[in-house]
């Protein structure tokens, strides 16, 4: 059971290494860092944009988080937001011109790294990978749910 869990997170670990590895050498291209990577790609996706709760929602990526990364993006001119809301919670980040340059390139390189590290998987093998690690995560979180959940029951 052990080696199953060290296996398990070994790999998962190392994966995510690697992907921020390529995420950090890319970004830094543009002056900027790993975590504009998933800001660009969400609202490069969503050309009429998101707000920053959205953002948060769809990164994974805790507030605080999207509002100083969606900062800089506004301050090299890569992002904006609409003021056409009348609320501000409800104002959307957009990219600028120069923002979906860059949000393209940035999805025309994670389609690249993508089809290169997953060639030797057939389509099949790929739906299953995907279901598998999607089921790990809901495991995993329904793990975390229940032991927050008898924290906070102490």
Request: hydrophobic fraction near 35%.
């Amino acid at each position: 059971m052990i080696n199953r869990f060290d296996r398990f997170t070994s790999s998962v670990s190392s994966i995510m290494q690697s992907i921020s590895r390529i995420k950090k050498t890319e970004m830094q291209r543009y002056g900027l860092r790993s975590g504009h990577v998933d800001c660009l790609r969400l609202l490069y996706e969503h050309p009429k944009g998101l707000t920053s709760r959205a953002l948060s929602e769809l990164s994974d990526m805790d507030k605080a988080a999207v509002s100083r990364y969606m900062d800089q993006l506004e301050e090299v001119g890569f992002a904006y937001i609409d003021e056409d809301e009348d609320k501000k919670y409800k104002r959307r980040w957009v990219l600028s011109e120069r923002g979906m340059e860059t949000g393209k390139d940035v999805d025309r390189k994670i389609e690249m790294a993508v089809s290169e590290v997953g060639d030797f998987l057939a389509d099949e093998e790929r739906e299953s990978l995907y279901k598998m690690l999607e089921q790990i995560d809901a495991n995993l979180k329904k793990q975390v749910n229940a032991s927050q959940g008898e924290e906070t029951e102490a």
